[in-house]
């Protein structure tokens, strides 16, 4: 084995013209030098494997892998991932109050994973974590419990779509990413980012997915400025109350 200087760019980019013309999308990249497995090592990862789910570092990048058939909430690792995340007495990273910032821009958001992850986020919000979402689409279980008005109130959301003159969308937010910045364990001032091609769903688990986790704070600050601003479009709109309208399911979910 080996050093060697490597690039790794990841994305939720699909090979298809809608991917240019229709969706919006990211790609983060990462450039470094890290220690290169054994050829063998890499040909077997290419194989079908009894156990295909598996979580492998490179450079200052934690890559996860899937499918992970029938995986549970325990074993989904954005859970595993919020799950070490502390709202309060945040250092760098945090905002002006000391708290943890999450910011996420998830394409859609759905069925029994969907629901497990928005029950998280809204404990961590309880918590006084401060999150804002950016989403395409959601189905209403996950909306009303992101949207519910108990405690500090309802999540702040936006929805990221085009709709043509009869209320269907044409385009739409295709970016996959979620951001902590300021106290995840052990420390108090973490610069995080999660980017991929996974959806929050139970079809990702059966699907050949992938999920990166990059420690940086340059790439943590490229996708704050870029969430900002897609906040700010006139696009990005406050999702209706407690309901989801039916013409927020007329785009696919790949």
């Known amino acids: ?21 229709a969706r919006f999308n990211e790609m983060a990249q990462e450039v470094g030098r890290a220690h290169r497995e054994e050829p063998h090592q890499q040909r077997d990862i290419a194989r079908p494997q009894a156990q295909p789910y598996h979580v492998k570092a490179l450079g200052p990048v934690v890559n996860y892998f899937f499918p992970r058939p029938r995986a549970t909430a325990p074993q989904d690792p954005v859970m595993q991932n919020l799950g070490r995340v502390a709202c ?33 986020l809204r404990n961590l919000w309880g918590r006084g974590c401060d999150i804002k979402i950016i989403y395409s689409l959601m ?34 937010n295709h970016s996959k990413w979620m ?9 108090r001032s973490n610069w995080i980012t999660f980017t991929g091609s996974a959806n929050w769903a139970l079809l990702a688990f059966g699907s050949d997915e992938q999920m990166q986790r990059l420690h940086s704070r340059t790439q943590a ?3 704050l400025r870029a969430f900002a601003k897609t906040w700010a ?4 709109r406050k999702p209706p109350s407690g309901r989801l309208l039916a013409s927020a399911r007329s785009a696919p979910v790949p």
């Open 139 to 172: 189905t209403r279980p996950v909306l009303q419990i992101l949207r519910n008005s108990s405690g500090r109130g309802p999540v702040p959301m936006r929805q990221s779509v085009i709709k043509n003159g009869s209320g269907v969308i044409t385009s739409y």
């Open 1 to 21: 084995s080996y050093s060697f200087l490597w690039m790794q760019a990841n994305g939720a980019q699909l090979r298809e013209l809608a991917a240019l013309t």
């Open 88 to 120: 309060s007495q945040a250092g760098s990273g945090g905002n002006a109050h000391h708290r943890t910032r999450i910011r996420i821009i998830q394409y859609a958001i759905y069925g029994n994973r969907g629901t497990w992850i928005a029950k998280k």
């Open 221 to 223: 600050i490229y996708h």
């Open 233 to 236: 479009q006139k696009t990005s």
């Open 179 to 187: 951001t902590i910045t300021g106290r995840w364990a052990p420390s």
